[in-house]
Structures are given as structure tokens and as C-alpha cells.
């Protein structure tokens, strides 16, 4: 397996066991992490904060990798992902991650972008768009 696969693997697997198996291992001192929705965490030390507070609000169920594409520096991981806030709340989408590395395989930058799974044609039944009466998701 490749060793960056591995690394990002691992952050996927942290979340899921809500436990911090080696975050200063994974991302450079000035990270960029970049969620979908727009939150943005500037430095490792926001990193490990923002996974430590997060866990004790809710629980991540799946963080499914579905494919990796390497180029150079770059990663990108195409993944399904799904979590259950203490409220009861429950969110599910499919996203990828644009991953910047070092040299030595530490993550510069990180930004997620996410894709709402209840998708629909708005020309099913017509020339002319229809579109669903709904808030739009945060993404």
C-alpha cells in the first residue's frame, strides 16, 4: 500500500475511533485544513483541538474511501461519508479531499469538498427544469 494511502487511511480510521493515534505525525506544524462547508483550521495545533472537541459532540459511523488518484505532491481521495451528532442528527455525503504533500510525506494542506447523495434531473419529465422545494445543503 502506498505510504501516503496509509497516512490518510490512518486520519480516516482516527475519526471513527475517536482517538488521536498520531496527528503530529500526519500534518506539518502550519497544516491548512479546509472543511466543505467552510471552517478552516490554520496551523496542527487548531487540527488536534478541533478533532478533540468535535469527538465529544458527536461520532463518525463511516468514512469509506472509495478511490485515491497521486500526482506529484498531490493526492486526491474520493470517499462516502456519515456521522451522528449527540442531538440525534444525522449527516451523510460523498466528498473528496485535494491533499498537498512535503517531501516527507506530512500533510501542507488539506480541503474537502462535499456532493449532496439525494440527487435528482430537474428534466425528468420536462424541457424545463424542476426543481425541488428544499433548503440546499451547507456544501
Known sequence: MNEREK???LWFDMWIKKADLGIDNIFTDDVVYTESWSPKYEN????KHW???WNTRG???VWEIKQFFHQGNLTIVEWY???KMNNGHVEEFDGISLIVWT???KIKSLKEFGCNLHN???YRDSDIPVFREEKANWF
Open 7 to 9: 497516512i490518510i487511511r
Open 44 to 47: 496542527r495545533k487548531t487540527v
Open 120 to 122: 435528482y434531473n430537474p
Open 59 to 61: 461520532s463518525v459511523l
Open 81 to 83: 461519508f456519515k456521522n
Open 51 to 53: 478533532f478533540d472537541e
Open 103 to 105: 517531501q516527507d510525506n
